[in-house]
């Protein structure tokens, strides 16, 4: 035979459970908002790997960087994409040797690691390329970009 006193445990539990999982899930959402203020999300596109598609990814990116929006933004696409079945700009290692913007110029200086080709990579004018768009489609203010590899100029427009 049930007890009345064990009904009473058993709902009790069950409603102090329900009033937890809803408490977890208001500091978890309460904990994400905060995270994401601090952060700004930003497009990349990268090339896929069949040929003449591009896929899109998106990532929250610290908003207030110690190098600079537009640097960290650079960095993390040198870094490539996390998605398969993407190629890089440019060849593994390439990194940003100093990043500025004067007015709405950007002037980027790359490592000469950008000149090695390598499996998974596109082609050296393409990357540029591509580089410059995603640049243009995150950071609305820059409208030129001047990039130089070893501090010699890439590409004459």
């Known amino acids: 035979m049930i007890k009345i006193k064990d009904l009473i445990n058993k709902q009790y539990i069950a409603q102090l459970s329900i ?11 309460v904990l994400s908002y905060i995270i994401g203020k601090e952060s700004v999300r930003r497009t990349f596109i990268f090339p896929s790997a069949d040929k003449g598609e591009y896929i899109v990814e998106y990532r929250n990116l610290t908003k207030e960087p110690i190098q ?3 640097q960290l933004f650079i960095d993390e696409l040198l870094l490539g994409s996390t998605i398969e079945r993407t190629k890089s700009l440019f060849s593994s290692g390439t990194k940003v040797l100093s990043c500025f913007q004067r007015d709405q110029t950007l ?3 790359l490592s000469s690691d950008l000149l090695e080709m390598g499996e998974g990579v596109i082609e050296i004018r393409d990357g540029m390329d591509l580089l410059k768009k995603n640049i243009q489609k995150n950071f609305s203010k820059i409208h030129e970009i001047e990039i130089f590899v070893n501090g010699k100029i890439a590409f004459e427009n």
């Open 107 to 109: 002037y980027l200086n």
């Open 19 to 29: 009033i937890f999982i809803f408490l977890i899930t208001l500091l978890f959402s």
């Open 68 to 70: 600079g929006d537009v």
